[in-house]
């Protein structure tokens, strides 16, 4: 099992492209999750899924936007990339809810490093 | 609203000494608590998590956190450093007010291992 697979590892913008960072998954897992890492600093919520078909905003959605058409697959795209989105994007997966369960493990994927200049 | 605060930025110890990363956490819930760990340019891996059972918690690579209540703390201690524990740890607590998943991460510990 690959587990979480991210593409691309590494990606140079210009201000006002457009990308999309691919997350794929093989653990049949819900839930879905898509994180940035600012330099010295902790994860951030961007946009999340608890299922193909749902999705929903995160801490910090601004200048994003996801869909979750398969079980799989949750790709985060980025429209007219800003300086302030250079980041590392983590996207991470959820068996399910359940906070008490043996469930409620978030898996990381190895994080694609993004750079808009 | 939940949230986690890492007491110490940068944490530097010797080898063969005694690790200790601190936690406090803030929940209006019952929270489930994680240590991740995070290595240069790597992904985070799951160290250990807390979710309301035994209040002393083992992980992987001899680490152990205690659930304190009292103190709202869930500090990270290793009895013996090894160099390959240089990394950046950080205290997470889960979003108990829905069912999300949600994780609120602290701002991270840089874990220095000195010769």
């Known amino acids: 099992n690959a587990g979480v697979t991210q593409t691309p590892k590494f990606r140079i913008l210009k201000i006002g492209q457009s990308m999309t960072l691919q997350c794929t998954q093989d653990m049949n897992h819900n839930y879905m999750y898509w994180y940035r890492q600012d330099p010295g600093m902790g994860l951030k919520l961007i946009y999340y899924?608890?299922?193909?078909?749902?999705?929903d905003k995160g801490e910090v959605p601004n200048g994003y936007n996801v869909s979750r058409s398969t079980t799989e697959d949750f790709p985060l795209r980025l429209e007219l990339a800003a300086p302030s989105q250079t980041s590392v994007y983590f996207c991470?997966?959820?068996?399910?809810?359940?906070?008490?369960?043996?469930?409620?493990?978030?898996?990381f994927g190895p994080g694609t490093r993004l750079t808009v200049l | 609203a939940q949230s986690v605060t890492q007491l110490d930025s940068h944490v530097s110890v010797s080898e063969g000494t005694p690790v200790l990363l601190r936690c406090n956490y803030s929940s209006s819930y019952s929270p489930s608590l994680f240590w991740y760990v995070q290595h240069p340019n790597k992904g985070l891996q799951l160290l250990l998590k807390y979710t309301s059972a035994a209040t002393l918690v083992k992980g992987i690579n001899g680490f152990e956190a205690e659930f304190k209540k009292s103190e709202t703390s869930f500090h990270l201690t290793k009895p013996s450093a090894h160099m390959s524990d240089a990394a950046e740890y950080f205290c997470?607590?889960?979003?108990?007010?829905?069912?999300?998943?949600?994780?609120?991460f602290g701002q991270g510990t840089t874990l220095q291992v000195k010769p």
């Open positions: 899924s608890v299922g193909a078909g749902i999705t």
């Open positions: 997470v607590v889960s979003d108990s007010s829905s069912n999300t998943g949600k994780l609120i």
């Open positions: 991470a997966t959820q068996l399910a809810g359940g906070l008490t369960s043996s469930y409620n493990e978030q898996f």
